[in-house]
């Protein structure tokens, strides 16, 4: 049965920094493509991050250049540091994995996590 885990979510002011993981079981990591959604309260969820088989990443637009996306496959766990954080940032994040290509919809992903609550404060 997989099962992923997220955590590192948590406070953060307005520029500061959190690094989420996702600790995946069940599965070997290294097959996969692990993705970040994030949903904010009251609105859709939305694509992160991804990070493919052969660690190609990719990125939603908000995300670049302050946003990395790592993965561990010898700890089977995934990464997302989030890095110059603004209040738009705040949501529950959720990581997902899928085999063999990575995509950007969430309707593809079978596998989810539960999700962790990221709050950026001015």
């Known amino acids: 049965q997989v099962q992923l885990m997220e955590s590192g979510g948590g406070t953060a002011h307005v520029g500061g920094s959190l690094r989420l993981s996702c600790a995946a079981s069940g599965l070997s990591l290294e097959n996969y493509a692990v993705a970040w959604f994030r949903q904010a309260s009251g609105k859709e969820r939305e694509f992160v991050a991804a990070?493919?088989?052969?660690?190609?990443?990719f990125y939603a637009d908000f995300a670049k250049r302050r946003f990395i996306i790592e993965r561990d496959n010898a700890k089977n766990t995934g990464y997302l540091q989030m890095n110059s954080l603004r209040p738009s940032a705040t949501a529950v994040y959720s990581c997902a994995v899928i085999s063999p290509f990575v995509s950007r919809q969430a309707t593809v992903y079978a596998d989810w996590g539960q999700g962790t609550q990221a709050t950026v404060s001015s």
């Open positions: 990070i493919n088989r052969n660690g190609f990443s």
